[in-house]
């Protein structure tokens, strides 16, 4: 799986990193948020599947292999 | 205008559906009409308040509310193009300032968010944990040898006012002086008698606001007030109206929605004392998502007004230049479509993308600030009155939720206990000390610890 933020969407809800706080880092300056790593570790798929549903913007895109 | 082209505007603002906020009844019957207004009509147009669309459903919420050709702008002074903000009906009450940023479009809204970005973030805000912490024990420790207490008087009313005034560097102890007047302009009609003393509370902050920031321009200290003095746009600095419309709106914005949240999910709590105890025992796992719940179930700040800023076409619907929409966070937060169960609180709800705090560039920039305080008062309850019990004869929700859902009282009765440490005043003393000391309200890009409270 690969995920990546979609920074023109991005508002800094902050819902991915309160549901998946080891993929997804918010800036300091305004909580937007980036994904940590585009491959997603296995045992984080769920969270991160999670987290795109979560998304109130709809800014989280993943690619499911 | 000819019979014609009235007659081909009445078949374009179809399908039509009485829609008016600002009363009892769309209160007592919210849940109805939004089932009514999703499955009939999720764009309709009303001819309330001089006519105006409504847009009910999750989706046209969610595409509006990011559509690039629809204005936030309040156009005071006809400068413009005339467009009246994000009040529907336009208020009477603030006309010499607009909402600040809320009220604006890029690129101006642009240059005040990113100029206040710093302040609000989840990092800047995490470091105002410990005073947070601190103001809620004080609060609580004021009433907690009572056995009473009212959640929204005592404690809900005063953590957010007490916070805003630090992050802005206005003197703590004025809180009351702020928060009084900013709850009762909210549930106090125009046309109520009590309508003129709650002006002059209001006029009173107003000028408060205007003296804190000749004191602060004259002798600089951290804060939000010091970053709109601050700001230069091509050289110039913010224009004073907009300083004062801006510092408005993150009182007005900050302080009865916070409340309204908190009072809320304590009375929801105390009605399912099972629910409460269970989010008391899991709270590492469910106090976020129940924060999240709450924020979508209760919707404190119920939607927004916009006007279209030109012709769009969006689910079947025209729309003209100039007309006036408004945009329902809380019905989107019902929509079936989107919450299975909508109408349910379920504390650990998965995929809870709810609209409380809007959607698109205006996302509350408190958001950050109403999640901690939120949690910070809840957690503490639950702490030191874990058995509190709501009386339903002295709750007083407002009458009407066109502006805030909120509430006046929630008396509550519980176990007493021993205080841990002294009572509000003393402690807020303490904290403008330690404010002060720390400059806590330095953004987070000149200061990155946490608050050190002794």
Redo the contacts between chains.
């Keep these: 799986m690969k995920v990546r933020v979609d920074q023109e969407r991005c ?5 991915c ?3 998946a706080p080891e993929m997804f880092q ?6 937007s948020s980036s994904a940590v790593t585009e491959v997603v570790p296995s045992d984080q798929e769920d969270l991160v599947r ?1 987290a795109a ?6 800014a989280i895109l993943i690619e499911e292999d | 205008m000819s019979v014609d082209d009235t007659t081909a505007d009445d078949e374009r603002k179809q399908p039509r559906y009485h829609f008016d906020r600002h009363t009892s009844d769309y209160r007592m019957r919210f849940e109805k009409i939004t089932e009514e207004m999703q499955e009939k009509c999720p764009i309709a147009w009303s001819d309330t308040y001089g006519g105006h669309w409504v847009a009910a459903s999750s989706e046209a919420v969610f595409e509006l509310a990011r559509c690039p050709h629809v204005s936030n702008d309040h156009d005071l002074r006809g400068e413009r193009r005339g467009y009246k903000g994000i009040s529907i009906p336009t208020a009477q009450r603030i006309s010499a300032t607009r909402g600040g940023m809320l009220e604006m479009d890029d690129p101006e809204h642009r240059w005040y968010r990113n100029l206040l970005n710093p302040y609000l973030s989840p990092a800047a805000v995490k470091r105002w944990e410990p005073f947070i912490d601190e103001v809620v024990r004080a609060a609580l420790d004021e009433k907690i040898e009572e056995g009473r207490i009212d959640f929204v008087d005592d404690l809900a009313n005063v953590v957010p006012a007490v916070l805003t005034l630090a992050m802005l560097g206005i003197p703590l102890k004025r809180w009351e002086m702020y928060s009084e007047p900013t709850h009762a302009a909210v549930y106090t009609p125009e046309h109520s008698p009590d309508a003129a003393r709650v002006a002059e509370q209001h006029k009173q902050m107003g000028l408060d606001l205007v003296n804190s920031m000749l004191e602060i321009r004259e002798n600089p200290r951290p804060g939000l007030v010091n970053a709109l003095l601050n700001m230069r746009i091509d050289g110039e600095p913010a224009p004073d109206l907009e300083i004062m419309g801006m510092l408005g709106l993150v009182i007005g914005g900050g302080f009865d929605t916070t409340t309204a949240l908190t009072a809320h999910s304590l009375e929801w709590l105390s009605q399912h004392p099972d629910q409460r105890d269970r989010l008391s025992r899991e709270r590492d796992i469910l106090l976020d998502p129940a924060t999240e719940e709450f924020l979508r179930f209760f919707t404190p700040a119920p939607g927004d007004g916009r006007t279209f800023s030109d012709e769009v076409d969006l689910e079947g619907h025209h729309f003209n230049e100039g007309e006036r929409l408004w945009i329902s966070w809380a019905m989107a937060n019902r929509d079936p479509s989107v919450f299975h169960d909508p109408n349910q609180v379920l504390l650990d709800r998965k995929g809870n993308r709810h609209f409380s705090f809007g959607i698109g560039v205006h996302r509350c920039i408190g958001s950050n600030v109403a999640r901690t305080v939120f949690k910070s008062m809840v957690t503490a309850v639950l702490d030191r009155m874990p058995d509190y019990q709501c009386d339903p004869e002295g709750t007083v929700h407002y009458d009407t939720i066109g502006v805030i859902q909120g509430m006046r009282h929630l008396p509550a009765t519980f176990t007493p206990g021993r205080p841990t440490g002294p009572g509000l005043d003393e402690t807020l003393d303490k904290l403008q000390r330690i404010c002060d000391e720390q400059e806590l309200a330095r953004p987070i890009t000149e200061r990155k610890e946490a608050a050190k409270i002794d």
């Design positions: 508002q800094g809800h902050t819902l990193a309160m549901i918010l800036s300091d300056i305004d909580g999670e549903h979560s998304c109130p913007e709809q």
